[in-house]
């Protein structure tokens, strides 16, 4: 298993500003991604983080307003950037192995707040 | 279009008795349907995963079918506690590509009074 933990928890931030989140694994990951899931609605996939290179993102969602970081196979940083009330939502680092039958981790999730 | 729908939105019962919460996908091709539980303030946490040949699968109090052929499947939660109060996630694993994605449903929150 994975033991995930995401800081901050929870934040309340102004509009036109930029908030990082951090994803710490306690072990080494292959596969890390960042989810929004925003209240009644599914998880949807931001980007799946790559170490050493550029993330990969999906449809909708654009490094400018999410720039992410993989430093090393344990850690993982997600920018939501130029805020705006839209943006409030919460915000989950989660990692899996390669293989399709691996479990698939959560971490407790940032809960952001945008005014 | 790959879909999960589940059923119902919410759901309240009370402590002791049983429910069954249901789920329907549209994912092709196929790999594995996952259950995931979240408590509020929380990341899903795994409690069932099934492949194609699996029809049910349990974890304590929590039982898990899986009909491939009519792409359904079911939880089960037996003598509910108040602790099970939480929503309850179905997400399928496709395998199409390289390295495969996951569908979420919206999920089903349950509340059990007591």
């Known amino acids: ?115 | 279009k790959n879909q999960v729908e589940q059923s119902p939105q919410s759901l309240i019962i009370l402590e002791g008795k049983n429910c069954t919460l249901q789920c329907n996908y549209t994912v092709s091709p196929f790999s594995n349907l996952r259950w995931y539980k979240q408590d509020t303030g929380r990341g899903p946490v795994s409690l069932t995963i099934m492949t194609f040949s699996e029809n049910t699968k349990s974890n304590g109090r929590y039982t898990a079918t899986l009909d491939a052929d009519t792409k359904q499947s079911s939880l089960h939660i037996t003598a509910s506690q108040l602790s099970d109060s939480a929503s309850y996630i179905c997400v399928v694993f496709d395998r199409g590509s390289t390295l495969g994605r996951l569908y979420f449903g919206r999920g089903t929150q349950l509340t059990v009074w007591p």
């Open chain 1, 1 to 115: 298993s994975a033991v995930i933990s995401q800081k901050p928890s929870r934040d309340i931030c102004q509009r036109g500003t930029s908030l990082t989140i951090q994803c710490q694994v306690d072990s080494q990951v292959t596969m890390m991604f960042w989810y929004r899931q925003q209240p009644g609605q599914s998880l949807t996939l931001i980007a799946t983080a790559n170490q050493g290179s550029e993330a990969t993102y999906e449809s909708g969602f654009v490094i400018d307003k999410f720039p992410i970081s993989r430093p090393n196979l344990t850690f993982s940083t997600l920018t939501v950037s130029n805020m705006s009330p839209e943006d409030s939502s919460i915000y989950l680092c989660s990692v899996r192995g390669r293989l399709a039958g691996e479990t698939q981790y959560f971490g407790p999730g940032t809960r952001l707040l945008v005014l």
